[in-house]
């Protein structure tokens, strides 16, 4: 799959853990012989086909092949391309290259059944979570600087911000109001869903600083609103979108289920520069131990001075 000058590794789900993460069949040497030519041969059908499989048969399958064994497994998927490397100096199509279908879900289900019920977990390991905390601690407004707003979008019950950061205002916006009303780092939030209603209930040029922790790979409608993460932003104002290997894949994007890490960097970069208004995004690899532990993504950008 050639998408922006790069090939696009189509990739496979698979059920481990929580969150589910998606790797390619084909760099799993522990498959015997047969295993390893039905994972070549579902790396080979069109992407809708492959996640219209089903959990059922991914868990039998990775049971029947010894591939899955458990959280070393995930680690050892780890992306070896220099992540940092992949948005400079990218050259963009005149126009954004994803169609509908990319954006389409295993489970079309309306998100707000989904997420009804309140889960008090974390998506990602704790050496990935402290990573993310440290690169906020590095790029954050200090603490109580007067006049700062926040925004975590598509947030819980934690928002992983450094202990005891505060602002004067931190709002929230998520899908489930009782993880909501947890997270002791707010200050106020919003319950909505982005991908009936991309449209944020803020005034223009109102945070300084907009996050969204492994949720990227859920929006349906990412133009729609990275355009409304622009308008809402201060001129300046930093966009931090961390992603990991995991996720809902059910809920994932048909193009997130079916591509890899690298890939992955590659997409969010596209939602900032098509969307308008922002920096050219750039990319880091704060992965805390590659190979031991989940990876870890960041692709940030700057609202600019003159949108």
């Not at 853990?17 to 015997?32: E, K, L």
């Not at 790396?43 to 991914?58: I, K, Q």
């Not at 680690?75 to 948005?87: G, P, Q, W, Y």
Request: aromatic content about 12%.
């Amino acid at each position: 799959m050639a998408i922006l000058g790069l090939r696009l590794q189509q990739r496979s789900p698979v059920l481990a853990g929580f969150c589910y993460p998606c790797f390619s069949f084909a760099s799993v040497t522990s498959c015997a012989v047969n295993s390893a030519s039905w994972g070549r041969a579902l790396n080979r059908a069109p992407r809708r086909l492959v996640l219209g499989l089903g959990a059922s048969f991914w868990a039998q399958y990775m049971s029947m092949s010894g591939a899955f064994t458990g959280k070393s497994f995930i680690a050892s998927a780890r992306l070896k391309t220099n992540v940092d490397e992949i948005l400079k100096n990218a050259e963009w199509p005149e126009q954004f290259p994803f169609k509908e279908e990319d954006f389409q879900r295993f489970d079309e289900s309306p998100d707000s059944l989904f997420y009804e019920a309140p889960r008090f977990v974390t998506h990602i390991d704790d050496p990935a979570i402290a990573a993310l905390t440290k690169y906020y601690s590095e790029v954050f407004p200090p603490s109580n600087t007067p006049g700062v707003a926040i925004l975590d979008m598509c947030s819980s019950w934690v928002s992983h911000f450094p202990k005891g950061y505060k602002q004067d205002r931190v709002v929230g916006m998520g899908m489930n109001e009782e993880e909501l009303k947890r997270n002791p780092g707010l200050t106020e939030y919003v319950v909505q869903d982005l991908n009936v209603n991309p449209n944020l209930p803020f005034e223009d040029n109102s945070f300084d600083v907009i996050t969204n922790v492994v949720s990227v790979d859920y929006l349906t409608k990412p133009l729609d609103v990275f355009k409304e993460m622009c308008r809402v932003l201060k001129p300046g104002g930093l966009v931090i979108m961390s992603f990991s290997n995991r996720c809902f894949w059910t809920k994932a994007i048909s193009i997130w289920t079916s591509t890899g890490d690298a890939d992955h960097v590659l997409i969010v970069g596209s939602y900032f520069h098509y969307a308008g208004g922002f920096e050219p995004p750039q990319a880091v690899d704060i992965s805390p131990n590659p190979g031991r532990s989940d990876p870890m993504y960041i692709v940030y950008s700057r609202k600019l001075s003159t949108a």
